[in-house]
C-alpha cells in the first residue's frame, strides 16, 4: 500500500501543479479517506486546503478524521464558518471529542460555536470524564430500541435513526434507559413473524463496561468477547453510550506505542515521529538518559571499591563488558515477556510464585548452556588464539561462574520487577530494559568480585 501511495502521491503532486483539479477529484472519490489524508500528509501543506476542498462532504469528514492533528489545525484555520459547520456534522460525536481534546483553546471554541446545541451537549458528556476512562472514548450515538416494540416496529426505528448512528448491527433495548438487553440486526431480520416482540428474542446478559473503567481494559473486553460494540453504563446502570471495535483499536495501538517507548526509555509523545521537532524528541528522551547516567554511578562506584583487586588481576577488567551485558540482556528478555504478559492479561500478581519458578529453571538451563561456552571460549579463544596467558583455569572459573549467577539473579529480576511495579500502582514498562539493565550490572559486578575475591586473592 506505502508503494501505491507514493505513487498517488506523486500523481496528485504532477496534476495539482498542471491545475488538473477535476482529474485530481476524479482520483480522490475512488479513495479511502484513510489513504487520501495519508497522501495528504507527504504533499506540501499549502495545497491541501484546496485538494480538501474538492472531496464530497462524506469523504471529506472521512479523511479529517483520519488526518495527523497538525494537518487538522491546519484545515480549521482556513476553513470558513459554513465549510467548518459541514465537517463538524458529518462526524461522529466522539470523533469531534478527541478533536477538541487535541486543538488549542482558539480552534476548540470555534469548534463548540459551530456545533449544533445537542452536539456540544453530547461532547461536554464525553469530555467530562477522565482522559482514560471509558467514557471518554464512547460515542452517545447508538440504537436504541424498546422491550415491547414489534419488528416491524423496530425496523422502522432503525430506518428512521441510522443514518446519524456510528453502528447498526448491535441495537441496545432499554426501558427508562436502563440497559435490559442486546439484539444484532441479523436476528431482527431473521424473524419471520414481524409483530414478535424485542423483549422475546433479545438478550439479557448484557456485557457492558462502566463510564469509569479504564479504555484499556474495555479494549482488551472487546477483544476477548469479539464484539463490534460495548455499550457502557454509569452509576445507575444506565446506558450513557458505546464502544466501538475501532477507537478500541486506536487505544490499543496508542498504549501499545506508549509501552513501547517507556521500555526503551522514551517518554510518551502524543504526535507521530515525523511531526515532532527535534527538540520534542530531545525533552523525551533526556530525562531518562540523565537519570540512567546518574545511575551509574552505583557501577562506577563498585569498580572503584575493587580498584586494588583489579590492578592485581587486570585480566579481569577484560571479561566487565561481557557480564554486564550478558546479564542485561538476559534480565531485557524476562522483563519484556512478563510486561506482555501483565498488558494481555495472561499473568497477575497472584501469578508471582510460577513466574519465579519458571524463570528460575529457565535461568539455570541459559546461566549453566552459556557458563559452559564460555569456559571453553576463554580458554580456546583468550588463552590459546590470542596467547593471553593471564587467562588462567582460575579466571575462566570466575568468570563462568559469575554469568550463570548473574543470568539466574537477571531473570529472577526481570520477570518480578514488572509484577511488583503493577500491584504499587506504577506502569510496569517502566520497569524495563534501561532500568533494570542498570540494576543487573551493579548486581553482576558485587557478584563478579565476590568470586575474584574468594578463588583469586585468597
Excluded at 481534546?101 to 453530547?122: G, Q, S
Excluded at 541459559?366 to 593471564?390: E, H, P, Q, T, Y
Excluded at 530494559?433 to 553482576?444: H, K, R, V, Y
Amino acid at each position: 500500500m506505502a508503494g501505491h501511495n507514493v505513487t498517488i502521491e506523486n500523481t496528485i503532486k504532477a496534476l495539482t501543479d498542471g491545475r488538473k483539479y477535476s482529474t485530481i477529484k476524479d482520483i480522490l472519490v475512488t479513495m479511502n479517506g484513510a489513504d487520501i489524508a495519508a497522501v495528504f500528509e507527504e504533499i506540501s501543506k499549502d495545497k491541501i486546503p484546496l485538494l480538501f476542498r474538492l472531496l464530497p462532504k462524506k469523504l471529506a469528514a472521512e479523511t479529517f478524521v483520519e488526518m495527523s492533528t497538525d494537518l487538522q489545525e491546519l484545515l480549521i484555520q482556513g476553513f470558513s464558518n459554513a465549510e467548518l459547520r459541514e465537517v463538524i456534522e458529518e462526524l461522529y460525536v466522539d470523533d469531534v471529542a478527541d478533536l477538541i481534546d487535541e486543538m488549542p483553546a482558539n480552534v476548540v471554541k470555534r469548534i463548540l460555536d459551530h456545533a449544533d446545541p445537542e452536539m456540544r451537549r453530547d461532547i461536554n458528556e464525553i469530555l467530562k470524564y477522565p482522559e482514560n476512562s471509558a467514557g471518554s472514548i464512547m460515542t452517545t450515538e447508538y440504537i436504541s430500541l424498546k422491550p415491547n416494540m414489534t419488528i416491524d416496529e423496530a425496523l422502522r426505528r432503525i430506518r428512521e435513526t441510522a443514518v446519524d448512528k456510528e453502528t447498526v448491527y448491535t441495537c441496545y433495548v432499554t426501558e427508562n434507559r436502563k440497559l435490559i438487553g442486546v439484539v444484532t440486526l441479523k436476528e431482527i431480520l431473521l424473524v419471520k413473524d414481524d409483530n414478535t416482540r424485542i423483549s422475546d428474542i433479545m438478550n439479557p446478559n448484557v456485557i457492558s463496561v462502566h463510564t469509569t473503567d479504564e479504555r484499556e481494559e474495555v479494549a482488551k473486553q472487546l477483544s476477548k468477547y469479539n464484539f463490534i460494540a460495548m455499550p457502557v453504563i454509569d452509576n445507575e446502570g444506565m446506558l450513557v453510550g458505546i464502544i466501538t471495535f475501532d477507537d478500541a483499536m486506536d487505544v490499543i495501538e496508542k498504549e501499545t506505542t506508549e509501552d513501547i517507548e517507556k521500555m526503551a526509555a522514551i517518554l510518551p509523545s502524543e504526535k507521530g515521529y515525523l511531526q515532532s521537532k527535534a527538540i520534542d524528541i530531545y525533552k523525551q528522551r533526556i530525562p531518562w538518559l540523565l537519570l540512567l547516567m546518574v545511575s551509574a554511578t552505583f557501577t562506577g562506584m563498585i569498580i572503584s571499591m575493587f580498584e586494588a583487586a583489579l590492578a592485581a588481576q587486570v585480566v579481569l577488567t577484560a571479561f566487565i563488558p561481557m557480564l554486564m551485558d550478558t546479564g542485561g540482556n538476559a534480565g531485557s528478555q524476562a522483563s519484556v515477556t512478563v510486561i506482555r504478559a501483565l498488558s494481555l492479561g495472561n499473568v497477575s500478581f497472584r501469578d508471582l510464585p510460577k513466574v519465579i519458578w519458571k524463570e528460575f529453571r529457565a535461568a539455570i538451563l541459559s546461566g549453566l548452556s552459556l557458563a559452559a561456552v564460555c569456559f571453553f571460549k576463554i580458554l580456546l579463544i583468550d588463552r590459546l588464539f590470542l596467547g593471553n596467558k593471564d587467562v588462567t583455569l582460575l579466571v575462566s572459573a570466575v568468570v563462568c561462574a559469575t554469568l550463570a549467577v548473574t543470568v539466574i539473579a537477571a531473570k529472577i529480576i526481570g520477570g518480578t520487577l514488572p509484577m511488583l511495579a503493577e500491584k504499587l500502582g506504577f506502569d510496569p514498562a517502566v520497569m524495563s530494559s534501561p532500568f533494570i539493565t542498570t540494576i543487573i550490572d551493579a548486581i553482576s559486578l558485587l557478584v563478579y568480585f565476590g568470586f575474584a575475591s574468594l578463588l583469586l586473592f585468597r
